[in-house]
C-alpha cells in the first residue's frame, strides 16, 4: 500500500505552502544519500521527494486531496485544478488557485535528485553542482495594490528588478525570475530568484477568494423603518496601477435585522484568469444606542405599548 504524502514529510493535511516547503528541506538534508548512510536511506530519500513533488504544487496536490495515490495512474483520467502562468518583461511568473479543471502531467518521480536540486540549488553535498543556488525573497504590497496591480522596481541579490503585479494577484503568489539567482562556479548557469508576494490586511475590506467583505453599522431606526446608505467600494481604472473608491447606493429594507448580508455583484476583486470581476458583500449590523432621552424611552414605551 502507497504511503501518505502528508505522513512521509510529517505535515498536517492542513499545512501551508511554506510548511510543506520547511518540512522537506528538514528532512531531504537529513536523509540525502550523501549524508545518510544507513540502509534504505536511497528508497527513504526518493520518497520525500515524491512526496513534496505532489504536495508542493496546489494542482497536483487537490488532485491527490480528491483522489489519493490513484491521480497518478496512466489510465485514471483525472483533471486537476487551474494554474497558470504568465511573462511580464524580464521574469516569468506563475500563479495557481483551484476550482478550474484542467489536464496536467504530474511528472517523473524517477529522479528524486531533480526536486533536490530545483529547492537547493545543487543535487548533492558530496556532488559537483550543476548550477547556482536558488534565492527566494518576499515582498509585501498593499491590499490596493493587489486589487489593481502595479509595476514596481525592487532591488534583489543586488539586482534592481521589474516587477509586474497582475491585478487580483493573492496572498502566497509566487514570482520567479529565471537565472537571477545565485552565479554557477566555475561557468555554471545562474540559479533563479523566487519572489513570493504578500499582502497587507486593509482596514475596511476582507478578502475571500475575489470576493471582498465589507461590515457597515446602521442605526436601530434605519433597520425598522427602512433607508438608503451609501457604500465604499473599489473602483478599479483599467489599464492603471493603482485604485481609488467610488461610493454607490445601497437600499437597506424596513425591518432589515442586524447580521443581514447583501451582494454587489461585480464589485470584488479582478479576475486573474478570465475577465470580470467578484463580488462585494455588505453584512449590516443594527447599533442600538447604549443610552436614550428621556423622551426617546418615551417613544419606545408607547411603540412597545402599541405592539411593537
Not at 505522513?7 to 528538514?26: D, M, P, T, V
Not at 524517477?110 to 536540486?117: A, L
Not at 489593481?148 to 534592481?160: A, F, I, R, S, Y
Request: aromatic residues 12%; charged residues 30%; glycine residues 12%.
Amino acid at each position: 500500500m502507497a504511503k501518505d504524502y502528508y505522513e512521509i514529510l510529517g505535515a498536517n493535511k492542513n499545512a501551508s505552502e511554506a510548511e510543506i516547503k520547511r518540512a522537506y528541506k528538514r528532512l531531504a538534508k537529513k536523509h540525502h544519500p550523501d549524508v545518510d548512510k544507513t540502509d534504505g536511506a536511497d528508497e527513504r530519500f526518493k520518497e520525500i521527494n515524491e512526496a513534496y513533488q505532489v504536495l508542493s504544487d496546489s494542482k497536483k496536490r487537490a488532485a491527490y486531496d480528491q483522489f489519493g495515490h490513484a491521480a497518478f495512474s496512466q489510465d485514471a483520467g483525472f483533471g486537476g485544478m487551474g494554474a497558470q502562468s504568465g511573462r511580464w518583461g524580464p521574469f516569468t511568473y506563475t500563479y495557481t488557485t483551484t476550482g478550474v479543471p484542467f489536464d496536467f502531467d504530474f511528472g517523473d518521480f524517477s529522479d528524486p535528485f531533480n526536486i533536490f536540486e530545483q529547492v537547493f540549488g545543487f543535487r548533492g553535498f558530496g556532488r559537483r553542482p550543476r548550477r547556482g543556488h536558488n534565492l527566494y525573497y518576499s515582498v509585501t504590497i498593499d491590499f490596493m495594490d493587489a486589487v489593481c496591480g502595479l509595476t514596481q522596481e525592487v532591488v534583489l541579490n543586488g539586482k534592481k528588478l521589474k516587477v509586474k503585479i497582475p491585478s487580483g494577484i493573492r496572498d502566497g503568489a509566487e514570482i520567479k525570475f529565471r537565472g537571477e539567482g545565485e552565479e554557477g562556479p566555475q561557468g555554471l548557469p545562474s540559479g533563479d530568484l523566487y519572489l513570493t508576494i504578500r499582502i497587507k490586511p486593509h482596514p475596511t475590506f476582507t478578502r475571500i477568494g475575489d470576493d471582498i467583505y465589507i461590515l457597515k453599522e446602521i442605526s436601530f431606526v434605519q433597520a425598522a423603518l427602512g433607508d438608503t446608505i451609501e457604500i465604499e467600494t473599489p473602483r478599479v481604472r483599467s489599464g492603471q496601477a493603482g485604485l481609488d473608491y467610488e461610493f454607490i447606493k445601497l437600499k437597506i429594507p424596513a425591518g432589515t435585522q442586524s447580521g443581514t448580508q447583501f451582494r454587489l455583484r461585480g464589485k470584488g476583486v479582478p479576475h486573474l484568469r478570465g475577465r470580470g470581476r467578484g463580488d462585494q458583500y455588505v453584512r449590516v449590523r443594527v447599533n442600538v444606542p447604549k443610552k436614550l432621552s428621556r423622551e426617546q424611552k418615551r417613544l419606545l414605551k408607547e411603540f412597545q405599548n402599541l405592539g411593537g
